[in-house]
Antibody, heavy 116, light 111 residues
Framework: QVQLVESGGAVVQPGRSLRLSCAAS????????MHWVRQAPGKGLEWVAVISHDGNQKYYADSVKGRFTISRDNFKGTVYLQMSSLRTDDRAIYYCARGAYYLDYWGQGTLVTVSS | VLTQTPLSLSATPGQPASISCQSN???????????LYWYLQKPGQSPQLLIYEVSKRFSGVPDRFSGSGSRTDFTLKISRVEAEDVGVYFC??????????FGQGTRLDIK
């Protein structure tokens, strides 16, 4: 069955960097578009970034453009989110999700806390 | 922008419930599809897809869930609410993907 397992969440200081990973299994990873979506504690969902199946196209929410970078390794079946210049308002659970126009499977999420 | 109403809902088991999602733009794409989806986030879990393209139930979703609507106005209906349906319901659109936009969520609990 489809599984997405995020990791890498941590407590970091403002201005620092962090890399999240999402390991996929149970499907042909290299044929799927992948997303990152975040959810601040007790809040709604915010789309963050998307990467095409081959990694050649990447798009970002305005709130993270220039600070976050999405990438993927199709050999490892893993999608990444490199986050830099982290701000307190980046604090959230970060989910990876599979799909193009809609997200049919989601991971369980990894918590990023930005605090001094 | 997607606007959901109500923001919270207290439902009686066995009774129907509905949630509205209104968009400030038409979600009908030039390809003829309407890019509106519904998700349920159960307590402590990640969101799960219920409905795609307005009215199509995702694999494994009980038939008590149904979606309807067109262009800018959409509804998710639960024909007979069960205890396991508690959580937060989100609508989502991707007509101009990217980006993807979510509604603010509707919290459903059981009376």
């Amino acid at each position: 069955q489809v599984q997405l397992v995020e990791s890498g969440g941590a407590v970091v200081q403002p201005g620092r960097s962090l890399r999240l990973s999402c390991a996929a299994s149970g499907f042909t990873f290299s044929t799927y578009v992948m997303h990152w979506v975040r959810q601040a504690p007790g809040k709604g969902l915010e789309w963050v970034a998307v990467i095409s199946h081959d990694g050649n196209q990447k798009y970002y929410a305005d709130s993270v453009k220039g600070r976050f970078t999405i990438s993927r390794d199709n050999f490892k079946g893993t999608v990444y989110l490199q986050m830099s210049s982290l701000r307190t308002d980046d604090r959230a659970i970060y989910y990876c999700a599979r799909g193009a126009y809609y997200l049919d499977y989601w991971g369980q999420g990894t918590l990023v806390t930005v605090s001094s | 922008v997607l606007t959901q109403t109500p923001l919270s809902l207290s439902a009686t088991p066995g009774q129907p419930a509905s949630i509205s999602c209104q968009s400030n733009q038409s979600l009908l794409h030039s390809d003829g599809e309407t890019y509106l989806y519904w998700y349920l986030q159960k307590p402590g879990q990640s969101p799960q897809l219920l409905i795609y393209e307005v009215s199509k139930r995702f694999s494994g979703v009980p038939d008590r869930f149904s979606g309807s609507g067109s262009r800018t106005d959409f509804t998710l209906k639960i024909s007979r609410v069960e205890a396991e349906d508690v959580g937060v319901y989100f609508c989502m659109e991707s007509v101009q993907f990217p980006p993807i936009t979510f509604g603010q969520g509707t919290r459903l609990d059981i009376k």
